[in-house]
């Protein structure tokens, strides 16, 4: 009897076909020598707190892959320089602060913040005919809206501080309250955010993920003065569709529109400046423009920073969200699956992986503000490698203030 063969069916799509994929190294790296640790370099880029510079001991910072150490001298002045010590190469953490600068644990030699040297005790004539020619390796300080801010590219090339309108002019009764524990919901974190700095940023762009994940998949985490949103009876695309971004002289901005249930409209703007600012309306205040500043730090290639500059008469706007926080931690001590049923920010960035694949990913319709934002990062490079200056980088005084559209109003 003859049988009819039946050709067996062949598995498309498998794992087994993945292609080798890896992460774009022209936007995610950050050391010096790289495109964008160049680019970086020609801005003015968050250190931390004003506080964070203390005269009693030495602070470690990381900053676009470099170690460094902070400090104030005894008169007031903050000091960072590189950590190991011009003379012998021993870390300066364990320096001693004085009046003048820091002193070297291992032989005493002393450095002002512009990294002179001004004391060698163990040469003679504490080093009189040698200290000035060493210099510690140091980089420009100053200080605005409570925060620390370095310069760390040519110094040639060095451009005014920026100022920004949302931070300007406090009201009566105002004060700005500085906090760096926030990525957006999620954990409560103290420290360095282990990820790269661009899943964070261009993150802020993604407005299917505000929709998604914040409020179909995980709840409204943030809460909401507009009403309950997740139990809205529309479809997702419906919601993402009316979004729009356009690249401004600055960044670039996202806008949202959307009848709210009770029929009024609301219109949504976030926004990006370069280098790595965020303007994020906050959930918990009132509609209308943006009252703090997110600013992103790439400390290196696999982590990050996050400052926010707050204005208002308290801080309640940070106790909430740390109390959000810390809520989350207790359930998750109840349930160690908690952060898998209710995931954040935290969750879906930091799960992309220390540097997520780049090459593996599919971008679609509403990652158009994503694709913008690489788009005007490698503009800026580019004119960086040609010998112009990046967007955001202001010489002439009075060019320095920076404005915002972000913010939540209703209309």
Same mark, same amino acid.
């Given at each position: 009897?003859?049988?009819?063969? $039946? @050709?067996? =069916?062949?598995?498309?799509?498998?794992?087994?076909?993945?292609? @080798?994929?890896?992460?774009? =190294?022209?936007?995610?790296?950050? %050391?010096?020598?790289? @495109?964008?640790?160049?680019?970086?370099?020609? +801005?003015?880029? @968050?250190?931390?707190?004003?506080? +964070?510079?203390?005269?009693?001991?030495?602070?470690?910072?990381?900053?676009?892959? !470099?170690?460094? $150490?902070?400090?104030?001298?005894?008169?007031?002045?903050?000091?960072?320089?590189?950590?190991?010590? =011009?003379?012998?190469?021993?870390?300066?953490?364990?320096?001693?602060?004085? !009046?003048?600068?820091?002193?070297?644990?291992?032989?005493?030699?002393?450095?002002?913040?512009?990294?002179?040297?001004?004391?060698?005790?163990?040469?003679?004539?504490?080093? =009189?005919?040698?200290?000035?020619?060493?210099?510690?390796?140091?980089?420009?300080?100053?200080?605005?809206?409570?925060?620390?801010?370095?310069?760390?590219?040519?110094?040639?090339?060095?451009?005014?501080?920026?100022?920004?309108?949302?931070?300007? *002019?406090?009201?009566?009764?105002?004060?700005?309250?500085?906090?760096?524990? *926030?990525?957006?919901?999620?954990?409560?974190?103290?420290?360095?955010?282990?990820?790269?700095?661009?899943?964070?940023?261009?993150? $802020?762009?993604?407005?299917?993920?505000?929709? +998604?994940?914040?409020?179909?998949?995980?709840?409204?985490?943030?809460?909401?003065?507009?009403?309950?949103?997740?139990?809205?009876?529309?479809?997702? +695309?419906?919601?993402?569709?009316?979004?729009?971004?356009?690249?401004?002289?600055?960044?670039?901005? %996202?806008?949202?529109?959307?009848?709210?249930?009770?029929?009024?409209?609301?219109?949504?703007?976030?926004?990006?400046?370069?280098?790595?600012?965020?303007?994020?309306?906050?959930?918990?205040?009132?509609?209308?423009?943006?009252?703090?500043?997110?600013?992103?730090?790439?400390?290196?290639?696999?982590?990050?920073?996050?400052? *926010?500059?707050?204005?208002?008469?308290?801080?309640?706007?940070?106790?909430?969200?740390?109390?959000?926080?810390?809520?989350?931690?207790?359930?998750?001590?109840?349930?160690?699956?908690?952060?898998?049923?209710?995931?954040?920010?935290?969750?879906?960035?930091?799960?992309?992986?220390?540097?997520?694949?780049?090459?593996?990913?599919?971008?679609?319709?509403?990652?158009?503000?994503?694709?913008?934002?690489?788009?005007?990062?490698?503009?800026?490079?580019?004119?960086?490698?040609?010998? !112009?200056?990046? $967007?955001?980088?202001?010489?002439?005084?009075?060019?320095?203030?920076?404005?915002?559209?972000? %913010?939540?109003?209703?209309?």
């Amino acid at each position: 009897m003859n049988h009819k063969t $039946i @050709p067996i =069916a062949i598995d498309t799509g498998t794992a087994y076909e993945r292609k @080798p994929a890896g992460y774009n =190294a022209e936007l995610a790296e950050v %050391g010096r020598g790289t @495109p964008m640790g160049e680019l970086m370099r020609r +801005w003015w880029q @968050p250190v931390g707190p004003s506080a +964070w510079a203390d005269t009693t001991l030495p602070r470690q910072v990381r900053m676009l892959a !470099e170690d460094l $150490i902070l400090f104030r001298d005894r008169q007031g002045r903050p000091g960072l320089v590189h950590e190991r010590c =011009a003379h012998r190469g021993s870390s300066l953490l364990y320096g001693r602060i004085d !009046e003048h600068g820091i002193r070297c644990c291992y032989h005493g030699w002393a450095f002002d913040v512009q990294g002179h040297c001004t004391d060698q005790p163990c040469e003679p004539d504490n080093g =009189a005919q040698f200290r000035d020619k060493v210099r510690q390796p140091w980089y420009p300080l100053q200080e605005r809206y409570g925060m620390l801010w370095a310069y760390m590219g040519p110094p040639g090339k060095k451009p005014l501080l920026p100022r920004y309108d949302v931070l300007e *002019n406090l009201s009566e009764g105002e004060q700005l309250f500085v906090d760096e524990h *926030n990525i957006g919901s999620g954990r409560y974190f103290d420290g360095v955010v282990p990820f790269n700095w661009l899943q964070h940023y261009e993150n $802020i762009l993604d407005y299917g993920h505000f929709l +998604w994940l914040h409020y179909f998949h995980s709840g409204p985490q943030f809460g909401s003065r507009y009403g309950e949103l997740d139990k809205l009876d529309f479809q997702p +695309w419906e919601w993402v569709k009316n979004n729009s971004w356009r690249v401004t002289p600055r960044g670039v901005l %996202g806008e949202r529109r959307a009848t709210l249930p009770d029929g009024r409209h609301l219109r949504a703007v976030v926004e990006t400046v370069l280098p790595c600012v965020r303007g994020v309306s906050n959930p918990f205040g009132v509609p209308g423009r943006i009252d703090n500043l997110g600013f992103v730090l790439p400390v290196d290639d696999t982590h990050l920073r996050i400052f *926010n500059v707050l204005r208002g008469a308290d801080d309640g706007f940070f106790r909430r969200l740390r109390d959000a926080r810390s809520g989350r931690d207790e359930k998750l001590a109840s349930d160690p699956h908690h952060f898998q049923r209710f995931p954040g920010d935290w969750e879906a960035q930091g799960s992309q992986g220390a540097v997520t694949l780049h090459g593996e990913e599919h971008l679609a319709t509403s990652d158009r503000g994503v694709v913008m934002l690489r788009r005007l990062f490698k503009q800026q490079i580019d004119r960086v490698a040609k010998g !112009e200056d990046p $967007i955001g980088a202001f010489f002439k005084p009075g060019s320095e203030l920076v404005t915002f559209e972000a %913010g939540q109003f209703l209309e």
